[in-house]
């Protein structure tokens, strides 16, 4: 990461670490130290293996998607690229942002580059197909209980979950389509290149022409040849997604409180959807009094805030400490890679 990056991680703690500050001075009251004397940390300790054994569950995705298309990547190496990746999703805006590092590390591991860029879209596709599926059933369970809630709080959640499914129906349409995808893209850029001049524009809508052509290439290509790659994936993704919605009822538990499943299971459905708009970096802040918000209406305010600053710690400040261990394995081996190809290049002359 550059300068610049590592400024906008220690925007998106401090940003974090104040939202937390806040939640837990106006949460903590003389029942919270009850609950604490209650502490169970197996289950915290379960939370925290089953956040890895997700993060693993990630890489497995990553190497059985590439090894249906006939390339061999080791799966350390996988798990390390998702390490890295979560370092980059903390400085971007939303929690995405990662994708770059994973197809560098992709490429890095003898997969084309067009190949690499494949399976990676294919990785969100199935990430934004599972939680349109689910979210769809977690908006229906929460329009139904809306008159607890609030339309105020329903009505634009569900205006969000329509937006991702909108985005993934639009996405699914333009593979098939990509004189579509074109259109579109020229359009929307054209508001930006209104003053340029004719040539120029035409050497830009072609690269354009280009880039779409390849990129529905390499997916026709992934689809057409990995059908496997996409139940493994599919498998993966079900694996990941599910494990990391359950570690919030670890936590109530280790909390001494029920685990809630199917309210808990809807909260982490409709935060992740929130944490997709890209708002601050890492979505820190916005998840913190996302979580608050959701949860206090069925756990008792005493927890609240110990229970979100303990779902972002696990979530959140690990994923950075385990992003900064990857980044840091890349940058060794892409400094040691370089002095090989120097040596090399002076033996040469």
């Known amino acids: 990461m550059d300068r610049n990056q590592w400024k906008w991680l220690a925007l998106s703690v401090i940003f974090s670490v104040v939202v937390l500050a806040l939640v837990l001075y106006f949460t903590i009251d003389e029942n919270t130290i009850n609950y604490l004397t209650k502490l169970q940390p197996q289950y915290l300790l379960a939370a925290l293996i089953l956040h890895i054994l997700s993060l693993c569950a990630w890489a497995l995705r990553l190497k059985f998607m590439s090894k249906s298309l006939g390339y061999k990547v080791p799966f350390l190496h996988c798990l390390n690229m998702v390490f890295a990746n979560l370092l980059i999703a903390a400085v971007t805006p939303s929690q995405a942002g990662g994708e770059p590092v994973r197809i560098h590390e992709l490429y890095r591991a003898d997969v084309p580059l067009g190949d690499a860029t494949a399976i990676v879209i294919m990785e969100r596709v199935l990430d934004g197909i599972l939680l349109g599926i689910i979210g769809g059933a977690a908006m229906l369970m929460l329009w139904l209980g809306s008159e607890e809630l609030g339309l105020s709080i329903a009505l634009p959640l569900f205006f969000m979950w329509a937006m991702i499914t909108g985005f993934v129906i639009l996405f ?3 593979v098939k389509n990509p004189v579509f995808l074109k259109n579109l893209i020229k359009k929307f850029s054209g508001w930006f290149t209104k003053r340029w001049h ?3 524009v035409e050497k830009f809508t072609g690269r354009i022409d280009s880039e779409v052509d390849n990129f529905n290439s390499a997916l026709k290509n992934y689809v057409s040849h990995s059908k496997i790659g996409l139940v493994w994936g599919t498998l993966f993704t079900v694996f990941y997604w599910f494990s990391e919605f ?3 009822s670890l936590i109530l538990m280790g ?4 685990p809630h499943i199917v309210e808990s299971f809807v909260a982490q459905i409709i935060i992740a959807i929130i944490m997709m708009i890209p708002l601050t970096p890492g979505s820190s802040g916005i998840a913190e009094l996302s979580a608050t918000s959701l949860y206090s209406l069925f756990v008792p305010s005493s927890i609240v805030g110990i229970f979100v600053v303990i779902w972002r710690i696990l979530l959140y400040y690990l994923n950075i400490f385990l992003g900064i261990f990857g980044t840091l394995i890349i940058v ?5 890679r370089k002095a090989i190809k120097d040596k090399i290049s002076l033996k040469r002359d």
């Open 198 to 200: 004719a040539e120029k």
């Open 172 to 174: 699914a349409y333009s």
């Open 332 to 336: 060794k081996r892409e400094v040691v």
């Open 255 to 258: 909390l001494g409180e029920g």
């Open 246 to 248: 359950f570690i919030a």
